[in-house]
C-alpha cells in the first residue's frame, strides 16, 4: 500500500492534482487496509497485528512525508516563476501577454499552497482512522 514513486507535474495544475490524486491512494484506502490486515479479536492470534499497524504506519508517514515534499517542491518551482515574471513585470509593466501570464502563474502558485491544506486534512483523518483501529496494537511514536 505504498504511494506511487513519482514525481509531480508542476506545469499543469490539473496534472498536479491528478498526480497527488495518485499519490493519496494509501490514505483513501485505509479503512480497507485496516480491515485486511488488521485482525477482529476472534482472529488476533492468527496475525501479528503489532508489526501490521507498524508496517502500515511507517507507510502512512512514508506516503504524507512524500507528498509534502513534491507539493512543497512545485511550490517553490511556482514561486521562482512569479519571482522571475515580476522581475520582467517591472521592466515592461505596459505587456499584457506578460500581466496575463503572471496572472495566471499566481492563480496556480495559491492553487498548489492552498494544497498543503487539504494534505493537512487528508493526514488527519488517515491518522485517525488508523489510531482507532490500531492504538490497540502499537501507539506510534509522538512527533
Not at 512569479?82 to 520582467?88: H, P, S
Not at 495559491?110 to 490497540?136: A, P, T, Y
Amino acid at each position: 500500500m505504498a504511494a506511487p514513486d513519482e514525481t509531480l507535474n508542476c506545469e499543469d495544475f490539473s496534472m498536479f492534482q491528478e498526480g497527488l490524486k495518485a499519490m493519496r491512494t494509501i490514505d483513501d484506502r485505509i479503512v480497507h487496509g485496516l480491515n485486511t490486515t488488521v485482525p477482529t479479536v476472534s482472529f488476533s492470534g492468527k496475525v501479528d497485528a503489532t508489526q501490521t499497524c507498524k508496517e502500515l504506519y511507517e507507510s502512512l508517514m512514508k506516503a504524507h512525508l512524500s507528498r509534502d515534499n513534491a507539493i512543497k517542491s512545485c511550490i517553490a518551482q511556482k514561486s521562482e516563476v512569479v519571482a522571475k515574471l515580476r522581475e520582467e513585470r517591472g521592466k515592461d509593466s505596459e505587456d499584457l501577454k506578460l500581466l496575463k501570464q503572471l496572472r495566471k502563474e499566481q492563480t496556480n502558485l495559491k492553487l498548489m499552497q492552498s494544497e498543503l491544506n487539504v494534505e493537512e486534512v487528508v493526514n488527519d483523518r488517515s491518522l485517525k482512522v488508523f489510531l482507532e483501529r490500531c492504538r490497540i496494537h502499537y501507539l506510534p511514536p509522538k512527533v
